[in-house]
């Protein structure tokens, strides 16, 4: 790019001179103040975070203004630019520079363009599903007003699926050409990035010869990543991976290319292959919570604080087995306070060594041996696998607040028996900044596989049965509820999952998002407060 990447001009910004400068990976501008004023006014940009430079025409006010008088004509460039608004909220902001030499004024727009076309993690054309009844079932409208016209800003081209009915998506992208494309966007709630996500896995693996329904078989990791535009009633998996569920920040941070690896944890049944998750796999209270809602879909969001109370008020518990093997190599611990962030190093560090132990265990066939394994029986309220931290706006620390996203590990919460009060007391730890986890009934671990058998599959009791013998009892701990049959349901990324026992994998780093974790506070969350975005810009960030 020879001396193009690093230029320095004088220009007009708001009708007063800024010295102007590119170099390297910053875009800075400052203006320098009168002796009486207090220092300079800076402005700087990372240049990986511009989103698109264009030519700008002189327009009337701007010619008219009493700096441009004397000047023949005015040539001015635009540049689209990155701004944190609040905390892990993006906009897509503008200034515009002007001078009176059209060459310079090229030299600069060709000066961003080539830095922007060398940043090659910038998608090209994507692949956009758009589920029109997630959430409030606004996911097209989000698409067209918010999303689309930032697209088209940042030249990316796109192709536009509406799904018309249950695994459209996953359907489809058993049968597309991935090549064409540079990534996937999904427009709607955690189901529709569920679908997406299997779809692709599904596609990867079949590609590389992999049959799924092989527990042995290495799992290939998928080379296109996963874009979520928020527009469903939690967006949990966003919430956790963006730090905020807004659609145009996700767009920014497709725009851009973020990447983020993501651990993805397989569910068997007997060895045959169920479903993936990446957030949260519960059994007992999570998975009642969820049956019960669904049943309920008529009433809307609230339908979630209805169930959530009803079995709170049960206070159903279920006997079984966990049989878990420990994540031995990984750097964090689920209570060590430390939480995933951007170019997290506890993630970097455990993959590293998770590749160090899978080596030596395919050169020695047997390491992953039982006695590696622990195991506890017992009666629990939840079970709980979490994949992330599984934060959301109703619980912004999440169920596993130090769980990472790509350190190839899973946080296994398991909830005792316990009384209605101790129990409420754990829930409301999810909600403030108390250790959820220190309580004598609760017990967390970090993890790589677990099992799980309910005690009836293991007492080998037929289930007809037992709901006849057990019909109209009331429970000998509980006089208060009527428990006719201890088996729950499994919530797997908010789908129920109908298995009373089941064997979890965690496969490191299987996928990867737009997308860069939750961020630290940034250096460059200053911006130009005096420019005013034009208006159709205003109208998106609204």
Known sequence: MGDLSRLSSSLVLNQCVWEVSLHGEVLEWHQSRPPSSRGEESFSVPTTEIIAVEDTETDEKQSNGRKW????????????????????????KEVTFWCVDEQLCNQWIQAIKELLDSQTSRPKHLLVYI?????????KRIYEQKVAPLFSLASISTEVVVTEHAN??????????????????????DGMFSEVMHGL???TQKDSGIDQNDPKAPLVPC?????????????????????INDPVTSALHIIVGDSQPLDVSSVRCNKKFLKYFVSLLGYGFYGDVLKDSEEKRWMGSVRYDFAGFKNFLSHHYYEGTV?????????????????CRTKCRICKESKRQLEQLQKFEKDRRGYDRTDQW????????????????????RSPKGLSPSAHLGDGCVDLILVHKCSRFNFLRYLIRHTNEDDQFNFTFVEVYRIRKFNFTSQ?????????????????????????????????????DGETLESSAIEVEVHCQLINLFARGIEAPSKYEESVSTIEAPSNLRRLNS
């Open 168 to 189: 459209h998506a996953k359907d489809d992208l058993s049968e597309v050409n991935l090549a064409k494309y540079d990534g996937i966007v999904c427009v709607g709630g």
């Open 131 to 139: 589920n029109p009844f997630s959430g409030k079932k606004q996911g």
């Open 323 to 339: 049989s878990f093997l420990p994540a031995t190599y990984t750097v964090g611990s689920p209570r060590d306070k430390r939480t």
């Open 374 to 393: 622990k195991v506890i029986k017992g009666k629990f309220l939840a079970i709980n696998a979490a994949n992330m931290s599984c934060a959301c706006p």
């Open 456 to 492: 009836h599959l293991e007492d080998h009791e037929d289930t007809k049965d037992v709901q006849k013998k057990n019909f109209g009892r009331f429970c000998r701990d509980h006089p208060a509820c009527c428990c006719t049959f201890s088996s729950s349901t499994w919530n797997c």
């Open 223 to 243: 080379k296109t990543r996963i874009g979520i535009i928020p527009a469903g009633s939690t967006d949990c998996i966003c919430y956790a991976t963006v730090g």
């Open 201 to 203: 896995i599904g596609r």
């Open 69 to 92: 008088r004397k000047m023949a004509k005015q040539h001015g460039f635009t540049v689209s630019y990155v701004k944190r608004k609040r905390p892990h909220c993006w906009r897509c």
